[in-house]
């Protein structure tokens, strides 16, 4: 039997992956695994029997990097041979301290790196008539919902964040890049695009908002320019991590034309102005919600959501109650609450007196009791309506979906009843009949 032979008979490498953190870096995720995919490795769910595992950390908080290092151990236990990527790997010492028999560390966004580490440790085997990869490539997210990246890395310099440490200041794609990106993934069979970075509305500062050409047109690396031309595609575009600079009041429009979708995710992280100082981000709470209550005239159906901590250093009662009656006024529809932790690095462990961990958990406790009060009250305001919502899985009985004010994993959802079979990726017109805390119940009326 000549080598040839022996060699088109010889198993396809095998790798397992593990992709943890933000969504963000699950877009990293896909560049790799589609960039293995596509030179013949074989994607495996189990690290036992896989010839490889690579683990893609997140770096962010101390409980995320335990979370990382668990998974390297484990990683290690089941199958002995790890690369290890991601926010981590901009520390790589963290890693080689506490597991030194991992084959390579790489840092966030080094695609390049992770796939050369691969090459070296497990080389390719690739049949180009057997190992086809989509032109959009390969999701790990269902085949009926993506992220789409716009930028990486970040300019501000919030105090408890590491971020532009780990991956560098804001780098922006072109606009052209990420609308064909777009297409294919709606020429897949994608329904709704997250638009994701670390601070979308900043899209296009680094390159001086430059055009370029898309379909028969020029289009600006701005958010308001992208927002609009994603809204052509015929999909839900969701809008994540979206700081509140003055041009956002200009896509609100973009929202009551549907164009893209009424829910914006803005992380407002605190309310009182001393807090806010001392994390370095905007202080203005009082012209924020006169803004949220424009955004609202302008479109009624607006969901708002954002996320808090709580605990931050040097942070008073006053503060604290300053930052619950704020929830109270602002009345977001879906928000997160982190209790501070210090992160290695951060500017903001030197910035105040540690708070007690009790109370912390205490101060959580009460905000989470608030919101979900507002929560549930925004809830059943909405029984009796009508919703569109995009079917995620289907049951015997009960499919669970969103709506366009729910995005996937962070909020809530809707669980209904159908007189014909469902299909994932469908949108459904729903009837609301109750509603709980976070999510709605009800039954579908038209398709």
């Known amino acids: 039997m000549s080598d040839a032979t022996n060699k088109s008979n010889t198993a396809a490498p095998k790798v397992s992956f593990v992709s943890l953190g933000c969504p963000k870096a699950l877009v990293d995720s896909e560049r790799i695994v589609t960039r293995l995919r596509a030179e013949g490795y074989e994607l495996s769910r189990h690290h036992q029997g896989s010839d490889l595992v690579i683990v893609n950390t997140c770096g962010f908080l101390d409980s995320a990097k335990a979370e990382s290092l ?29 597991y030194p028999d991992v084959l390579a560390i790489t840092g966030p966004q080094q695609y390049e790196t992770v796939v050369e580490a691969v090459h070296k440790a497990l080389p390719p085997r690739h049949d180009p008539f057997l190992d086809l990869v989509p032109p959009e490539g390969i999701k790990l997210t269902p085949r009926h919902y993506a ?3 716009i930028s990486e890395g970040c300019n501000n310099r919030c105090t408890f964040c590491i971020i532009p440490r780990l991956r560098g200041d804001l780098v922006s794609r072109p606009a052209a890049d990420i609308l064909r990106e777009a297409e294919k993934l709606v020429a897949a069979g994608v329904k709704e695009l997250l638009v994701i970075s670390q601070d979308t509305s900043a899209y296009g500062l680094d390159i001086k908002y430059a055009a370029s050409k898309w379909r028969d047109r020029e289009i600006r690396a701005k958010f308001i320019d992208l927002a609009s031309a994603l809204g052509e595609l015929g999909v839900w575009v969701r809008l994540h991590y979206v700081y509140p600079y003055p041009h956002v009041d200009d896509v609100i429009p973009l929202m009551t034309e549907r164009k893209v979708l009424p829910y914006l995710d803005i992380p407002f992280q605190h309310a009182s102005p001393e807090v806010l100082k001392r994390m370095r981000r905007p202080a203005a709470q009082e012209k924020t919600l006169e803004r949220i209550a424009r955004w609202r005239d302008q479109c009624p159906e607006l969901t708002l959501r954002s996320t808090f901590i709580v605990g931050f250093p040097g942070e008073t009662d006053a503060d604290f109650e300053m930052l619950l009656a704020w929830l109270e006024e602002a009345a977001l529809d879906r928000v997160g609450c982190f209790k501070y932790e210090p992160v290695r690095g951060a500017a903001a462990n030197d910035m105040g007196a540690p708070v007690p961990d009790e109370v912390k958990e205490q101060r959580w406790h009460r905000f989470m009791q608030t919101q979900q009060r507002i929560s549930a009250r925004k809830l059943r305001r909405k029984i009796g309506t009508r919703q569109k919502v995009i079917i995620d899985e289907v049951g015997p009985t009960v499919a669970k979906g969103r709506s366009m004010a729910d995005a996937p994993e962070i909020d809530g959802a809707v669980y209904l009843a159908s007189r014909r079979p469902l299909r994932v990726g469908e949108i459904a017109t729903v009837k609301i009949e109750r509603a709980d805390e976070y999510d709605l119940h009800g039954a579908a009326v038209g398709f």
């Open 70 to 98: 668990a998974a390297i151990g484990n990683a290690l236990k089941e199958n002995g041979r790890v690369i290890v990527t991601g926010c981590m790997g901009a520390e790589p010492e963290s890693i080689s301290s506490a």
């Open 147 to 149: 992220y789409l990246k």
